[in-house]
């Protein structure tokens, strides 16, 4: 079984500052990590994804993800960020190849972004 | 594609009354997942179906709810009898075998229990 846990539940920001969104996940087999943000009244979207190769994934929007296996972590980042990046965002782990099925979701970070 | 598609968006009823909410997966997905989420408990996977068999319920709540998926296209959450402390944002959401895992999530529909 698998279990993630995002260690901030609300992370406040000035606008064109720095933030880090962090995840931490615990799994017996390897696994795919993604995160997905949600913006106030719709669904969650994917943001990014790790699946295999490069262990420093990318958005279209700014966003950055590292897989760091041996801390078992998966951390967000983004060097500036802006209003519209207001969102809860949600860190969620499956385990790879054929065995994935249900995605196993983190408790969620508010991010909110100050003027 | 149309994406998942969740109808109604909204849904007010009275307590004790039957709720059924509707899903349309992306085409060609073989995984489908119920969530609800509330400020109080945040996320919680209700139960998912794979090539439309229920593969896990453990997350349903209690007997008031129920799920089916009778054919690849079409799925519904039921609840009955509803009650207050059900009220909610209902998402489902789908997946497919060459997606790795990713879940594509409808707009969810909003219930309110009055």
């Known amino acids: 079984a698998q279990s993630v846990t995002q260690l901030d539940s609300q992370v406040p920001v000035f606008e064109e500052a720095p933030v880090e969104l962090r995840c931490n996940y615990s799994?017996?087999?390897?696994?795919?990590l993604f995160w997905y943000v949600q913006y106030p009244n719709q669904g969650l979207q994917l943001l990014l994804k790790y699946l295999s190769g490069s262990t420093l994934v990318e958005s279209i929007n700014g966003f950055e993800a590292e897989f760091n296996k041996s801390q078992t972590s998966f951390h967000l980042r983004k060097p500036s960020v802006h209003i519209s990046d207001t969102a809860e965002y949600f860190c969620a782990v499956t385990p790879d190849g054929t065995s994935y099925g249900k995605l196993t979701f983190g408790q969620g970070t508010i991010l909110t972004v100050h003027p | 594609d149309a994406g998942v598609i969740q109808s109604p968006r909204h849904e007010v009823t009275e307590m004790g009354q039957e709720v059924t909410l509707r899903c349309k997966p992306i085409?060609?997905?073989?995984?489908l997942f119920w969530y609800r989420q509330t400020m109080m408990r945040g996320l919680e996977l209700l139960i998912y179906f794979n090539n439309n068999v229920p593969i896990d319920d453990s997350g349903m709540p209690e007997d008031r709810f129920s799920a089916k998926m009778p054919n690849a296209s079409f799925s519904t959450l039921k609840i009955q009898p509803s009650e207050p402390r059900d009220s909610a944002v209902y998402f489902c959401?789908?997946?497919?075998?060459?997606?790795?895992?990713?879940?594509?999530f409808g707009p969810g529909t909003r219930l309110t229990v009055t």
């Open positions: 085409s060609g997905h073989d995984y």
């Open positions: 959401a789908s997946s497919g075998l060459l997606g790795r895992g990713e879940q594509y």
């Open positions: 799994s017996s087999v390897s696994v795919y």
